[in-house]
């Protein structure tokens, strides 16, 4: 299984970036998949998670209101929705299939860039 990242990049507080995660290799079924987010100098943190199989969703208090996760499965494609960005949310966003425990997941994208200027 392939995850590939993409829709980062620079914004200015208050503005909006939809993370887009495509999948490949094999169909994605029956799993959680994940958005985590590391910072310089930071520890990589929890997101937000989405179960495929009922749609089921969890935020971290930081994202709740304010990010938004989904998957179209025609796709293979998950997204974040981000709205009313702040300088605290820039980070390298990563997006991670397959949960094996609260942060283990078995398959990592490579991240990808978000900066958020004040």
């Known amino acids: 299984v392939r995850l590939v990242e993409s829709g980062g990049g620079s914004v200015q507080a208050g503005g909006s970036l939809r993370l887009s995660c495509a999948s490949s290799?094999?169909?994605?079924?029956?799993?959680?998949m994940a958005w985590f987010r590391q910072a310089p100098g930071k520890e990589r943190e929890f997101v937000a998670t989405?179960?495929?199989?009922?749609?089921?969703?969890e935020y971290s208090e930081t994202a709740k209101g304010r990010f938004t996760i989904s998957r179209d499965n025609a796709r293979n494609t998950m997204y974040l929705q981000m709205n009313n960005l702040k300088p605290e949310d820039t980070a390298v966003y990563y997006c991670?299939?397959?949960?094996?425990?609260?942060?283990?997941?078995?398959?990592w994208g490579q991240g990808t860039q978000v900066t958020v200027s004040s």
């Open positions: 290799g094999r169909t994605l079924s029956n799993i959680v």
């Open positions: 989405i179960s495929l199989p009922d749609r089921s969703t």
């Open positions: 991670a299939a397959d949960q094996m425990g609260r942060e283990s997941y078995r398959y």
